[in-house]
């Protein structure tokens, strides 16, 4: 029983303990208290409870209670059978198909009256969402939904907020909404408590390929378990929902919106003054719990990036959002003095915002849990008292933004079908429909603004109640200039600064700033087609579900003659084609570009009839052709994974599984045994710090086998790899690493710059590509870039190599975020092609797999996994081979004067 469940019990007299029937007194004898079945108190220390044992003991209470359901949601990328647990009263699960009904109208409110809408919020039940765990090192959510459902099913007789709690709302609760993650850190800590290594960090990521990133892929939906959860949220329309997390400001204990500045700025001002006012009720029923250290005090808990699983719902009239209760490590305790505070916060002066500190002492898991558990009872408490309002403000906020956009621009996205890579354009837009936003497209040819668009386009109509979502990720941001103090350096932001998706996957869309004509109106019809089944193909990406979910490119297809097939790196799917061709046993090619212009692959080997059905499954085109000129391809690609779990290598490793790539992955001893180039003709490094990589975790934090970097044995290793002929390809933060440990000559020109005279994290930005190296093949001359702690490079003397970006000479380069101090960047490079010995390292110094996100530049690092053996040799020696003659490979320019003449 929770502390909070404890004090109210108190407050409510003896007298509420008489109330409970003889049935319902026996109903509570008969529902399994978490101890009775775990062997412990839920947060006792030193005790975790994993995914696996929390899912028998929901099955336990489904079991003995009427108040409890167990939905089958998916499964996880891991292939876990994952499971939600759905609680209110029993009359209201009887009636659940109904409120399911209510909750759908009043999210999709077209055509629904006020008067109608206020009825159906009289009749319906909140529903609200609660889960923890998403970041599974952050161990208390998964322990404290256990808990909460004991105390919600046993007390519900005798505490009289519970049983208005289960009368008002239906709880939509996630055991863990990472079950994957749940039980690696189980199993790790298990593993290691009671030894050196009790508190030591995990050595891989907690959910599969990028770890910490599952709340930043909402809108992406590049993993199962978003998409599981996005799918979820379609099915039940939620009107709150709630994460919880563990990563509270030092020393305060837990901290609640309203959130810090700045905000995302589409989101319904409704839905932020709602969200704020459960974050002050929260804090409300803390203190009256006696639970001091609450804080609302802005500590960097920005609300700008819409990616948040837990806050992009908010522009889907979703009151959504997260708290940060305190962390320790896993289920050890931990005593605090006054001491340990941060000088500012020793003096225990309570706060605007922090009107309770928090004195020290003892903090255990056991406490996280139950600030945990009364934090959630405080939000389905307000969800109850304020059931009406809460259900009809969902529909007074999606009502008012069909209402906005039907009366103002943007009036719609037009997105035309040809474009530099169309699968792309069908990837953007599968997002939002999977997101519950509505895609239409021309049935016949149809006038826009003087510009006749064909059948076939399609359109984003913006008089929708999802609309304010699709406005958040179609437009260019513009992060506002926050300063820590008057003239010192940028705020920085909590996550990105920008995102803009039409310039991160390179697709031409057309804002309506105009009113659709009838004639334009007319000629619209929705996209046919039926949603994708991800329960049953939780793996298959969106790529290969194009037809299924009713958006399909251009259709592929091979025309011409001849016994080989070219296709144009500018297409994506070009790369899946060619692997999947290859597992088939053809053989690869690359015809090289000339004046400028991008080379070509070359598949042969296998028969015409399998590569028509692989072009025209994956909507690629491509030319049969001799083949002659085109230089021998082999794949022979390594990764190289630290034992310092790292998401951009996750990623990396997502990006090469989604193209169908074969890989080697490489840890500190794979690289240190040396001799790479037997097995080898690439190796990538994703981005990392040059300390990281070369020292990894230090002596005595982790158990020995997970100890150390690359070190100097790993240094002379690639060294040796690289001169013999090898590509290094070294991604973002690690450049740094390949230019300190390799001694290249080039220079990264804002390593020591000073944030108040530059800074650019976060942001997208243009610069000038040279489409005719292999790097860079299919990409367009300008190409939009996402930048995060990322190099910028000049050349220094000996060097010998191609500059394969750059950035413009004059102006700002900046497309979307935030940019201070473009001198910094113009005229530099962005990427290079440095010679070194015989082979190459490839330095790329922005993020051309971010999260998924920038498709207009994954085929940077799928052409970078490509140029090796004899493609890359027939570089080294050959001035001009790759490059146009005014970017012509020759000794590099002196110091500091930029690479693109």
């Given at each position: 029983m929770s502390l909070s469940v404890l004090?109210?019990?108190?407050?409510?007299?003896?007298?509420?303990?008489?109330?409970?029937t003889s049935v319902a007194l026996a109903q509570r004898a008969a529902i399994p208290t978490p101890e009775s079945v775990f062997g412990f108190r839920v947060g006792a220390d030193f005790h975790l409870?994993?995914?696996?044992?929390?899912?028998?003991?929901?099955?336990?209470?489904?079991?003995?209670?009427?108040?409890?359901r167990l939905v089958d949601v998916g499964v996880t990328s891991n292939g876990h059978p994952w499971t939600l647990a759905v609680i209110s009263s029993p009359a209201n699960l009887a009636k659940l198909d109904r409120y399911r009904d209510i909750a759908q109208r009043l999210a999709h409110p077209e055509g629904l009256s006020a008067a109608d809408a206020h009825l159906?919020?009289?009749?319906?039940?909140?529903?609200?969402?609660?889960?923890?765990?998403?970041?599974?090192?952050?161990?208390?959510?998964?322990?404290?939904?256990?808990?909460?459902?004991?105390?919600?099913?046993?007390?519900?007789?005798?505490?009289?907020?519970?049983?208005?709690?289960?009368?008002n709302d239906?709880?939509?609760?996630?055991?863990?909404?990472?079950?994957?993650?749940?039980?690696?850190?189980?199993?790790?800590?298990?593993?290691?408590?009671?030894?050196?290594?009790?508190?030591?960090?995990?050595?891989?990521?907690?959910?599969?390929?990028?770890?910490?990133?599952?709340?930043?892929?909402?809108y992406m939906l590049n993993v199962p378990e978003s998409r599981v959860i996005a799918r979820t949220w379609r099915e039940w329309e939620p009107d709150i929902i709630y994460v919880q997390h563990q990563t509270a400001p030092f020393p305060t204990r837990i901290w609640l919106p309203p959130f810090a500045e700045p905000i995302a700025p589409e989101v319904p001002a409704l839905m932020s003054r709602e969200v704020n006012?459960?974050?002050?009720?929260?804090?409300?029923?803390?203190?009256?719990?006696?639970?001091?250290?609450?804080?609302?005090?802005?500590?960097?808990?920005?609300?700008?990036?819409?990616?948040?699983?837990?806050?992009?719902?908010?522009?889907?009239?979703?009151?959504?959002?997260?708290?940060?209760?305190?962390?320790?490590?896993?289920?050890?305790?931990?005593f605090y003095t006054v001491q340990d505070f941060p000088p500012a916060f020793r003096d225990l002066r309570p706060?605007?915002?922090y009107p309770s500190p928090w004195k020290g002492g003892w903090w255990r898991l056991r406490d996280a849990v139950d600030y945990m558990e009364t934090a959630s009872i405080a939000v389905l408490d307000y969800a109850a008292k304020y059931r009406e309002e809460v259900l009809y403000n969902r529909y007074k906020a999606g009502t008012e933004t069909i209402q906005r956009y039907r009366n103002n621009p943007p009036y719609a996205y037009l997105v035309p079908q040809a474009q530099h890579d169309p699968v792309a354009a069908a990837d953007l837009l599968k997002r939002f429909a999977f997101n519950g936003v509505r895609i239409e497209t021309l049935a016949r040819p149809a006038v826009y603004d003087g510009v006749r668009y064909p059948a076939g386009t399609w359109v984003i109509p913006m008089d929708q109640e999802f609309a304010q979502l699709v406005r958040q990720l179609m437009e260019p941001q513009v992060y506002p200039d926050l300063r820590e103090f008057p003239g010192g350096p940028p705020e920085q932001p909590y996550d990105a600064a920008g995102w803009t998706l039409p310039y991160q996957m390179d697709v031409r869309v057309v804002e309506a700033r105009a009113p659709l004509s009838d004639a334009f109106r007319s000629a619209l019809q929705p996209v046919a087609g039926k949603a994708v089944d991800w329960h049953s193909a939780p793996d298959a990406p969106f790529e290969t579900n194009a037809e299924a979910a009713g958006i399909a490119p251009p259709a592929g297809g091979i025309t011409g003659s001849g016994s080989a097939v070219t296709v144009d790196p500018a297409q994506t799917n070009a790369f899946r084609f060619m692997n999947r061709a290859l597992a088939d046993g053809a053989t690869l090619g690359f015809v090289p570009g000339t004046g400028g212009a991008s080379g070509q692959y070359v598949v042969s080997g296998t028969p015409p009839a399998t590569l028509d059905a692989l072009a025209?499954?994956?909507?690629?085109?491509?030319?049969?052709?001799?083949?002659?000129?085109?230089?021998?391809?082999?794949?022979?690609?390594?990764?190289?994974?630290?034992?310092?779990?790292?998401m951009d290598e996750g990623w990396t490793q997502w990006l090469l599984d989604q193209y169908d790539f074969k890989y080697t992955v490489l840890t500190n001893a794979d690289i240190q045994a040396g001799d790479l180039a037997a097995r080898f003709d690439v190796v990538l490094i994703a981005s990392d710090s040059p300390r990281g990589i070369m020292e990894g975790y230090a002596h005595g934090t982790v158990p020995p086998r997970y100890e150390g970097g690359l070190g100097a044995e790993g240094v002379r290793a690639l060294d040796d790899f690289v001169r013999g002929g090898g590509t290094l390809v070294c991604l973002n933060e690690s450049a740094?690493?390949?230019?300190?440990?390799?001694?290249?000559?080039?220079?990264?020109?804002?390593?020591?710059?000073?944030?108040?005279?530059f800074f650019a994290d976060g942001s997208i930005l243009r610069v000038t590509t040279d489409p005719q190296h292999p790097v860079m093949a299919g990409m367009p001359a300008q190409a939009d870039v996402f930048v995060m702690n990322s190099p910028v490079f000049t050349t220094l003397p000996g060097f010998r190599g191609a500059a394969l970006a750059t950035y413009q000479k004059e102006g700002s380069p900046l497309r979307s975020g935030y940019l201070l101090g473009e001198q910094h960047l113009q005229g530099y490079a962005a990427a290079l092609d440095v010679d070194h010995g015989g082979g190459h390292v490839v330095l790329i110094g922005f993020q051309p797999q971010w999260r998924g996100q920038p498709e207009g530049t994954f085929r940077v690092v799928l052409n970078a996994a490509l140029f090796g053996g004899a493609l890359s040799a027939k570089a080294q020696g050959t001035p001009g081979f790759w490059t146009a003659p005014d970017t012509a490979r020759a000794s590099a320019p002196p110091s500091g004067i930029d690479v693109t003449n």
């Open positions: 004090r109210r019990l108190a407050a409510a007299g003896a007298a509420v303990l008489l109330l409970p409870v994993d995914y696996d044992e929390s899912i028998a003991y929901f099955r336990k209470l489904a079991a003995a209670s009427d108040r409890i159906l919020a009289r009749e319906g039940r909140v529903f609200v969402d609660i889960s923890g765990g998403l970041h599974a090192s952050e161990i208390a959510g998964s322990q404290h939904t256990i808990q909460l459902a004991y105390d919600l099913l046993s007390r519900a007789d005798t505490d009289p907020e519970i049983k208005s709690i289960l009368d239906v709880l939509l609760l996630w055991p863990s909404i990472n079950p994957d993650g749940q039980n690696i850190v189980v199993h790790w800590y298990r593993e290691n408590v009671g030894t050196p290594y009790e508190v030591s960090p995990l050595h891989e990521l907690y959910q599969k390929y990028i770890g910490h990133d599952n709340n930043r892929d909402a006012t459960i974050g002050m009720t929260i804090a409300q029923e803390l203190e009256s719990n006696g639970m001091p250290g609450a804080t609302h005090m802005g500590t960097g808990f920005d609300a700008w990036y819409p990616g948040y699983i837990d806050y992009m719902p908010m522009l889907m009239n979703i009151d959504a959002f997260w708290t940060e209760t305190a962390l320790y490590r896993y289920a050890t305790p931990h706060q605007s915002l025209a499954s994956l909507f690629v085109r491509g030319r049969r052709a001799s083949g002659a000129g085109a230089l021998p391809v082999r794949p022979r690609v390594a990764i190289y994974k630290p034992w310092n779990a790292s740094q690493f390949a230019i300190d440990e390799l001694h290249l000559p080039v220079r990264n020109v804002v390593a020591k710059t000073p944030r108040r005279e």
